[in-house]
């Protein structure tokens, strides 16, 4: 036998529901999510339905998704008569430089202001963080001068050197650090490692989401680039890929099918590198909110 309570003569019957905040929260996160992540594809969509459509069609009916039909005749034209691969190879060699020199500068400058006592650190610290607040087009000119004098105008180094000292990766690596029990630290010391021993062995490998993080936000601002490398590469095989797809933009004849085509093929190595290194951009963005 099943017995069934009854609600009272007089009751509300919708007041035994109950409303559970906890997934009327989760509901309405994950509504706000799909809202933006619709508003964010929805360029990268059109860009990619654009590039498939001939330029009559386009021009004709821009609005149109399937008028003039599909094809891959923008990428046939703009791979064939534009030096993409050129930029390609520009960007990705600018990129992984500025990744190997930003993960190993930032981080040795962060362990010795987290561990290291020596005179002038809390100012150096104060240095680092104004760092953050300074926009980086204030440093165009100064920088400019810079380069001129040492002759690297034209070079890969003008682009890998200014990004090798980044204040943020020096913060995210500080954060870090601080979050290393400092015990660990000096049983090392007792033990007889040197402070690059220390370095290599026990605190690199513990920040490994770290790393992860700033290498890869290093190599997408890298790639993303535009007006420093436009001012110092000046020769048209040099140039990355932003610079060089801008260069494709004609105000008196915009191809629009081709103009994005390479668009697309300029943003598919940044959302190849983030679906693969996605986990751990969030664990490193995580632990180092946390600590």
């Known amino acids: 036998m099943t017995t069934r309570t ?5 009751a509300d019957p919708s007041a035994a529901r109950t409303v559970d905040p906890v997934k009327l929260f989760n509901r309405l996160c994950a509504t706000c999510m799909t809202l933006f992540a619709l508003i964010w594809l929805v360029p ?37 008569n534009y030096p993409i691969g050129s930029w390609y190879l520009n960007s990705l060699v600018i990129s992984a430089l ?10 040795m400058a962060a362990f010795a202001l987290v561990f290291l ?26 920088q400019f001068i810079e380069y001129r004098a040492f002759h690297l105008l034209g070079t890969y180094w003008a682009l890998v050197l200014p990004s090798a000292v980044a204040p943020v990766s020096v913060f995210v690596f500080h954060a870090f650090f601080r979050g290393i029990p400092r015990p660990l630290i000096e049983a ?22 770290a790393a992860a993080t700033v290498a890869i936000l290093t190599f997408i601002t890298s790639w993303n680039a535009f007006l420093w490398p436009l001012l110092v590469l000046n020769q048209t095989k040099s140039q990355t890929i932003p610079v060089g797809l801008a260069s494709l933009v004609s105000p008196s004849n915009i191809q629009y099918a081709e103009v994005m085509a390479s668009s697309v093929l300029g943003f598919l190595p940044l959302v190849a590198v983030f679906l693969i290194f996605q986990r751990q951009i969030v664990q490193g963005i995580a632990t180092t909110g946390i600590r």
């Open 117 to 142: 006592r020596f005179r002038g650190r809390a100012a150096i610290m104060a240095l680092v963080t104004a760092g953050l607040m300074l926009p980086s087009e204030a440093l165009v000119l100064p």
């Open 44 to 80: 990268f969509v059109w860009a990619l339905v654009t590039s498939l459509r001939p330029d009559g069609s386009i021009t004709q009916h821009p609005t149109s998704l399937f008028g003039g039909g599909w094809s891959l005749h923008a990428y046939r034209y703009a791979w064939d």
């Open 6 to 10: 009854l609600p009272r003569s007089g």
């Open 188 to 209: 090392a010391r007792i033990d007889g490692a040197s402070w690059w021993r220390v370095y290599a062995t026990v605190a690199m490998p513990i920040c490994r989401p």
């Open 98 to 107: 500025s990744v190997l020199f930003t993960v190993v500068l930032c981080s």
